[in-house]
C-alpha cells in the first residue's frame, strides 16, 4: 500500500541512453532519495512502471 505522502508527490532521477545512435533507449530510474533504482531495457517498459507508480490506490476491502 502507498503511503500518502507516495500518492501526492514522487521524485525520480531518470536517465536515458543507448549505444549505438541505431539502439534501443535504455533507462534506469532512481528514486529521489537514492535508496532505489529500476533499469528498464527499453522505453516501453519505463512507461509501464510509472503508469503502475503514480496510478490511484485500490480499495482491496470492497
Same mark, same amino acid.
Given at each position: ?5 507516495? $500518492? ?7 536517465? #536515458?541512453? &543507448?549505444?549505438?545512435?541505431? %539502439?534501443?533507449?535504455?533507462? @534506469? ?7 532505489? $533504482? ?7 517498459? #519505463?512507461? &509501464?512502471?510509472?503508469?503502475? %507508480?503514480?496510478?490511484?490506490? @485500490?480499495?482491496?476491502?470492497?
Amino acid at each position: 500500500m502507498k503511503s500518502v505522502d507516495d $500518492q501526492l508527490y514522487q521524485v525520480f532521477l531518470l536517465r #536515458l541512453w &543507448r549505444n549505438r545512435t541505431d %539502439a534501443p533507449w535504455r533507462a @534506469t530510474l532512481e528514486s529521489g532519495e537514492g535508496s532505489t $533504482q529500476h533499469h528498464f531495457a527499453t522505453v516501453q517498459e #519505463l512507461a &509501464r512502471f510509472l503508469e503502475t %507508480a503514480v496510478a490511484p490506490p @485500490t480499495d482491496d476491502s470492497q
